[in-house]
């Protein structure tokens, strides 16, 4: 059970140099303030290392007791966990240049090829079964804990989670912070933690319906359009907005997943996986440089507590956890959970993004009711497509994949949806466990395409 002063957290892919440092922070200052227990998991031996010093160095610095265990699985040091913090991935900068640069060679233009379009699915291909098999662990040593995956394509992985376990498992993601603090803010000149907004929809593509200073309580979204128009800022939210009346956040990039026309709108570079590679070099050799000598731990400790709020702000994964255990509840502004009757039109399994209540009985989505026809219309096939591209990736079927794909919005025929799932197939062939790699490339060679009956043709 649950001991609200002294918890138990389990950090799986603990490891990262970038996301470790800014996980802890938020840890030790709201949630293992009072003591606990912490277990870092991670396949690489050397980054795992790395992260239990700066862990225990942390701790030092805040004079808190917290018990540290390290493993490079799931195993029984998990045992009794209450929250399992699920963010790992095998080299996925460069698995993700490597889908990038996979997208033009089928024409197809994409803003960042990451979580949606085909690409998404490829990454999907990738995640779900790794992802799974950490909850299929879990299921046996920690069968009670709460799992908040950090992974993506989150929504799809939280899907095939609570499709093929019994965990109770949910997606955090920081983009409605992103969205707030590092595009809204400098348009409006409102403060990230100053704006309340009210979004519904799936993970990058939710919905604004409203969105306000919170301080004054000033209706902002007229003026957010009128900036908008007046700067170009979002051209293609600004579209969104103009055709279907509301404006979806994160960002035009992420959003633009979506559409297949959003590179009409916006100069499509793709991520900066470069720049990303070296944001994590550069933590590296802070961690490296700490752990050698722990006198840099003030400078250490204010950059881990800035990036938290840049990465995390108000709404950090020790809110939800702190509403599900400890203080709740607790209104947390954006989580992907099951619909469950909370947007109209929608199946109840879908994983969608909105506003929740994280309390002892779990984390449950707002009741939200309608959105307008045509947003609805783009969630729906979305929302086949997160089942299709997750019962794939587990089960190992090149039908669903197939399925998935022809859904896609990006594809234009069967024998494109052969060949762009065999080309990340192809890539990706280490990354992909064996055996549902076979049934992805079973019959790759012919696209079954149904007959035309020809009685039916007026």
């Known amino acids: 059970m649950f001991d609200q002063l002294k918890p138990k957290i389990v950090i799986v892919g603990a490891g990262s140099s970038s996301f470790g440092p800014i996980t802890l922070y938020d840890l030790f200052k709201n949630v293992l303030h009072g003591g606990g227990s912490l277990v870092l998991i991670d396949t690489n031996p050397e980054a795992l290392e790395r992260m239990e010093g700066v862990a225990g160095r942390m701790c030092d610095y805040f004079g808190i007791d917290v018990s540290i265990e390290r493993a490079h699985e799931?195993?029984?040091?998990?045992?009794?966990?209450?929250?399992v913090l699920v963010a790992a991935e095998e080299d996925r900068i460069e698995r993700w240049r490597v889908d990038w640069e996979i997208l033009p060679r089928f024409g197809i233009r994409h803003t960042l090829g990451e979580n949606r379009g085909?690409?998404?699915?490829?990454?999907?291909?990738?995640?779900?079964?790794?992802?799974?098999?950490?909850c299929r662990k879990l299921e046996h040593y920690a069968p009670h804990a709460v799992v908040l995956v950090m992974t993506n394509p989150e929504d799809r992985i939280a899907y095939a989670v609570r499709t093929y376990t019994d965990m109770q498992c949910f997606g955090f993601c920081d983009g409605l912070w992103d969205f707030k603090n590092n595009y809204v803010q400098p348009l409006l000149g409102v403060r990230g933690e100053d704006l309340y907004v009210e979004a519904a929809g799936i993970n990058h593509a939710v919905w604004i319906q409203h969105i306000s200073n919170a301080v004054?309580?000033?209706?902002?979204?007229?003026?957010?359009?009128?900036?908008?128009?007046?700067?170009?800022?979002?051209?293609?939210?600004?579209?969104?907005?103009?055709?279907?009346?509301?404006?979806?956040?994160?960002?035009?990039?992420?959003?633009?997943?979506?559409?297949?026309?959003?590179?009409?709108?916006?100069d499509c570079k793709g991520y900066d996986f470069d720049g990303h590679l070296d944001m994590d070099r550069q933590w590296k050799a802070a961690i490296d440089g700490l752990n050698a000598d722990p006198a840099g731990m003030?400078?250490?400790?204010?950059?881990?507590?800035?990036?938290?709020?840049?990465?995390?702000?108000?709404?950090?994964?020790?809110?939800?956890?702190?509403?599900?255990?400890?203080?709740?509840?607790?209104?947390?502004?954006?989580?992907n959970v099951p619909n469950g009757g909370s947007i109209d039109g929608l199946p109840d399994?879908?994983?969608?993004?909105?506003?929740?209540?994280?309390?002892?009985?779990?984390?449950?989505?707002?009741?939200?009711?309608?959105?307008p026809g045509p947003v609805l219309a783009i969630l729906m096939r979305e929302g086949q497509i997160q089942k299709l591209a997750a019962e794939a990736a587990a089960e190992g079927s090149r039908r669903k994949a197939l399925s998935a794909l022809l859904l896609d919005p990006h594809i234009s025929s069967p024998a494109m949806a052969a060949e762009v799932?065999?080309?990340?197939?192809?890539?990706?062939?280490?990354?992909?466990?064996?055996?549902?790699?076979?049934?992805l490339r079973e019959g790759k060679s012919e696209v079954p395409v149904p007959p035309v009956n020809k009685e039916e043709i007026v």
């Open 74 to 83: 799931v195993n029984e040091t998990t045992v009794n966990a209450d929250t």
């Open 118 to 134: 085909p690409a998404g699915l490829s990454h999907t291909l990738r995640t779900v079964p790794l992802v799974l098999d950490v």
């Open 216 to 266: 004054t309580g000033e209706d902002l979204y007229e003026r957010l359009v009128g900036e908008a128009r007046r700067q170009g800022w979002q051209p293609l939210g600004l579209h969104l907005y103009d055709t279907f009346g509301l404006w979806p956040h994160e960002n035009d990039e992420h959003y633009g997943e979506y559409f297949p026309y959003a590179c009409d709108f916006l």
């Open 298 to 335: 003030d400078d250490f400790v204010n950059a881990a507590a800035s990036a938290t709020w840049k990465v995390f702000g108000d709404a950090p994964p020790s809110l939800t956890i702190k509403g599900l255990f400890q203080r709740g509840p607790v209104i947390v502004p954006n989580a």
């Open 349 to 371: 399994d879908m994983i969608i993004e909105v506003p929740a209540i994280a309390s002892r009985s779990g984390l449950h989505g707002i009741r939200w009711g309608a959105l």
């Open 421 to 439: 799932l065999d080309a990340f197939l192809d890539a990706h062939s280490d990354y992909i466990p064996d055996y549902l790699w076979r049934g």
